[in-house]
Nanobody, 114 residues
Framework: QVQLAESGGGLVQAGGSLRLSCAASGSIFRITTMDWYRQAPGKQRELVAT???????NYADSVKGRFTISRDNARNTMYLQMNSLKPEDTAVYYC????????WGPGTRVTVSS
């Protein structure tokens, strides 16, 4: 069973950067595809980025070229480097495991001021 905890959110000005971390418990982390999702106020939760156990990545069009997802299997940790942040990136960011059932962290809030 995977348990997840995000950290690294905060308030940043437009154009700035943040790095989110997702610490995972459980020995299956290294064989599990992991995702970052976000949910902005009044909007549905959306998939931001995905990384497979082998390191293949995929991004939403809205963040391509600005965000980078990565993982350190030795540390059971996943990251989301967010650069050139925009006010529309403001949301609660969640890490999630592509398991059955899907697991979610409690989320970390990112606020980008204009």
């Amino acid at each position: 069973q995977v348990q997840l905890a995000e950290s690294g959110g905060g308030l940043v000005q437009a154009g700035g950067s943040l790095r989110l971390s997702c610490a995972a418990s459980g020995s299956i982390f290294r064989i599990t595809t992991m995702d970052w999702y976000r949910q902005a106020p009044g909007k549905q939760r959306e998939l931001v980025a995905t990384i497979t156990s082998g390191g293949s990545t995929n991004y939403a069009d809205s963040v391509k070229g600005r965000f980078t997802i990565s993982r350190d299997n030795a540390r059971n940790t996943m990251y989301l480097q967010m650069n050139s942040l925009k006010p529309e990136d403001t949301a609660v960011y969640y890490c999630s495991s592509d398991t059955f059932p899907r697991r979610w962290g409690p989320g970390t809030r990112v606020t980008v001021s204009s």
